[in-house]
Every structure is written in C-alpha cells, then in structure tokens.
C-alpha cells in the first residue's frame, strides 16, 4: 500500500509515526505548504517525493491511497479531489465545514465507491473501544456523557507551538469528535441545542461554546468546550451508565474511583491514531467500508449544520 499524506505539521507526524508500524505501507509523498519544513519531515521519515502541490501527488502512479492532514477549510475539496483522480483517501477530522460541503464529499464518494474515510479518532482510541465493546456486548448502557474539551488557544499557534496557517474551530472541528462519538456509543441524535460565549476579536471564533444532545436511546450528552482554559488540556470523557461509570483521556480508561482499566487485547495496539489508519488501509485491502467511512459518520455533520444554524440565529 503506497501512501501520499497532505500536510506536514504536528498531526501529519501523528500518522507517520503510526503507518511505520503497519506491514506494507510506504510513504511515498509528502505535500506541505512550506518546502523547506516538509523536506526536513521526509529526511525524518525516508519519504522520497516532496511537493507543495497536492496535484502533483494525484498525478503519481506510486500512490495508491491518501491521508489529509491539512487545514480543515480545505478537507472537503482535497477528499474530492483525491477521488477524483482515483485515489482513495482518508481526511482527517472534520470532513467539512459546512453541511453541504459533507454532502458534496459524500456524493462523490457513493459516485466512485472508493474509500473514503474520516478520521473520527474516538471510534479507534483503546478506551473507547472497550466501553464500545461492551454496549454492543449488552453490559453498559450510556445514560449520560459529560466531556470538556479544553485548550488554551489564545494565539493562533498549532500543537508543537508553532504559528498556523489556518484558524481552528469549536464547533466544526472539536465538537465533531464528541457528536459523533456521542451517537456512535447512545445511538441516534435526535436532539441538539448549542451555546457560545464572545467572539474573539483577532481570530473571530467563539472561545467558549456548550453542547447539550439527546439519542434516540434517551441518553443524553452536555459538552464544554474552551480554547480559554489554562490548565489540564485535551478531552476527557465521563460515561455515566446503567452499571459502571468510565472516564476516558484519549487512550487510557480508568472507573467513577479513578483506578485503572487493562485495556490490553482491546487493540493490537496503544495508539488511536495507528489504529485509525490500520483500519484505512486495512478496508481498502479487504474491498470493505471502514468503520469511520463518510457515510457511517455522516450525521454527525447533520448535526453540527443545526448547531451553526442555532448559533448564527
């Protein structure tokens, strides 16, 4: 399986680091907006094609499938294109930014019926896989969810510490990991309501934002979000069910009393992400839909579209 990945910074190392673990996989280019650092990243990591233009990738006969790490304003359009010239591709979360941009990358994807798979972490993390597992096993019931996702974002720098080119959003990008994790685990949402707090005035986002959903199941979800918080950064994941209460911070588990869970045997391995691109590659090997393909996690993005429509009322 030979991979091009789009977009060189702190998350596209994520995936590198990953794809080096899983048999028969070879990076055989890497696109960046800034030559210079994306060649120091293929010295790194032993990618031979380097390139600013994602074009230039597609047009390869050595790529087989792409990965896309870029700006999330550019996610819809790049997975478009990806499919477009015959590649299959797996976008880094969020799909979009918009509702009918989700609709667009659906549509070519049922046009060409090539893999096209998002990167909702979540559904791969160990933690959530073991409360998962048991749901599906008839053990737990989520009652409710609680989760913070806190950051501290008041300048425009990425997770190394680094300026960025683009603006992160609340909504679009961090909301989507708990909305979709939230109906992956409850079932259906059937009911969304979203507050947010000022908007800042240099990056014109809102800093603070609440989250409230209900499932089809009757359970039900409140989510804060912050890039205001000076503290613990990340999400962390309470589960209240009807017979145990789990707390997830992103590949650990531990219960309501804080004592550790062995989630070994849960996943072959540790890490979320290397487990989201066995499963890219794996369901382009086994001709199969993914476990997060565009359409099983498609409404989550019905969803995040009603919240935007709520806020800018």
């Known amino acids: 399986m030979r991979i091009a990945l789009a977009g ?13 673990n899983i048999d028969g996989v070879t990076v055989t280019s890497i696109i960046g907006r800034e030559l210079e650092a994306t060649k120091k990243v293929a010295e790194k990591y032993g990618i031979g094609h380097v390139t600013t233009d994602l074009n230039e990738t597609l047009a390869r006969d050595d790529v087989d499938a ?6 999330t304003q550019m996610h819809a359009e790049q997975a478009i294109a990806c499919m477009n010239a015959g590649k299959h591709v797996e976008v880094e979360i969020p799909l979009a930014d918009s509702w009918a941009d989700a609709q667009a990358v659906l549509a070519k994807q049922q046009e060409t019926g090539l893999t096209c798979m998002v990167g909702h972490t979540r559904r791969f993390n160990p933690s959530h896989q073991f409360v998962h597992n048991r749901i599906q096993a008839g053990e737990f019931n989520v009652q409710q969810m609680d989760v913070q996702t806190y950051f501290f974002r008041r300048k425009n720098i990425n997770a190394k510490g680094e300026p960025r080119s683009w603006t992160d959003h609340l909504l679009w990008h961090h909301a989507a990991h708990t909305v979709d994790l939230f109906a992956y685990q409850a079932g259906r949402i059937v009911a969304a309501h979203a507050m ?3 908007i800042h005035p240099d990056l014109g986002i809102a800093m603070d934002m609440s989250i409230q959903l209900k499932s089809e199941t009757g359970a039900i979800c409140t989510l804060s979000l912050s890039f205001n918080n000076d503290g613990p950064l990340g999400t962390f994941f309470r ?13 650990d588990l531990v219960n309501g009393k804080e004592e550790p869970i062995d989630l070994a045997g849960v996943a072959i391995s540790s890490n979320g992400i290397e487990l989201q691109d066995r499963e890219f590659i794996s369901a382009i090997r086994e001709g199969r839909e993914p476990n997060s393909s565009v359409a099983k996690v498609f409404d989550c993005y019905r969803v995040l579209g009603e919240l935007e429509t709520q806020l800018a009322g």
Request: with cysteine; aromatic share 12%.
């Open 196 to 198: 947010q707090g000022p």
């Open 66 to 71: 792409v990965i896309l790490c870029t700006p």
């Open 8 to 20: 060189a910074g702190a998350f596209g190392e994520k995936h590198l680091d990953g794809l080096k």
């Open 239 to 251: 589960y209240i069910g009807d017979t145990d209460t789990y707390i997830a911070r992103y590949d």
